[in-house]
C-alpha cells in the first residue's frame, strides 16, 4: 500500500495537483449551455405543435366540408338518375306498385253533387300522381267533355 501512495505522490508531481474548481465552473457552464439549448428546443417544439394542431383543425372543417358536398352531389346524381330512367323526381318517391284510377269525364251537368264529385276525384288523383301546381288545370281541362268544355 505504501508503494501506491508513493507512485500517487509522484505522479501527482509529474502531473501537477487536481485543479478541481476549474472543472467545477466548466461543468457548470456547460450545464448552463445545455439547459439554454434544450429550453430553444423545447419552445420550438411548442410553437410546432401549436401549428400543427391548428392545421389539424382546419383539415378537419375541410374534410367536414367536402363530406357535405360530396353527400348532396350524391343525391342530386341519385336524383338526375331516377329522373333519367323515368323513376320519380321527388325525393319521397312514388310507389310504381299500383296503379291509380283515372276520374270519369265532367260533361257540364248543372248538377252540385256531380261537379263536387268530379273536383274530389280530381284533386285524389292529383295526390296520388304528384301532379305539379302549374299542370293541374291543363290536365283538368283533358277531362272535360260536351258543353264543359266550351267554359
Known amino acids: 500500500m505504501d508503494a501506491i501512495r508513493e507512485r500517487l505522490r509522484r505522479l501527482e508531481l509529474l502531473v501537477g495537483e487536481p485543479q478541481v474548481e476549474d472543472a467545477a465552473d466548466n461543468l457548470t457552464a456547460r450545464l448552463e449551455d445545455l439547459v439554454a ?6 419552445n420550438s417544439h411548442n410553437e410546432l405543435l401549436g401549428k400543427t394542431d ?8 375541410d374534410m367536414i366540408s ?7 352531389s350524391v343525391e342530386d346524381i341519385s336524383l338526375l338518375k331516377r329522373v333519367l330512367h323515368g323513376g320519380p323526381s ?6 310504381s306498385k299500383f296503379r ?5 269525364q265532367f260533361s257540364g251537368k248543372r248538377d ?4 263536387e264529385n268530379f273536383l274530389w276525384d280530381m284533386e285524389l288523383y292529383f295526390q296520388a300522381t304528384r301532379v ?5 288545370v291543363s290536365i283538368t281541362s283533358m277531362y272535360l267533355a260536351g258543353d264543359a268544355k266550351l267554359w
Open 132 to 136: 305539379p301546381e302549374e299542370e293541374k
Open 100 to 104: 291509380v284510377p283515372e276520374p270519369k
Open 37 to 42: 439549448g434544450v429550453t430553444v428546443i423545447q
Open 54 to 61: 391548428e392545421r389539424f383543425k382546419q383539415v378537419t372543417l
Open 66 to 72: 367536402f363530406t357535405d358536398e360530396l353527400r348532396k
Open 90 to 95: 321527388r325525393a319521397e318517391g312514388a310507389s
Open 112 to 115: 252540385a253533387k256531380e261537379l
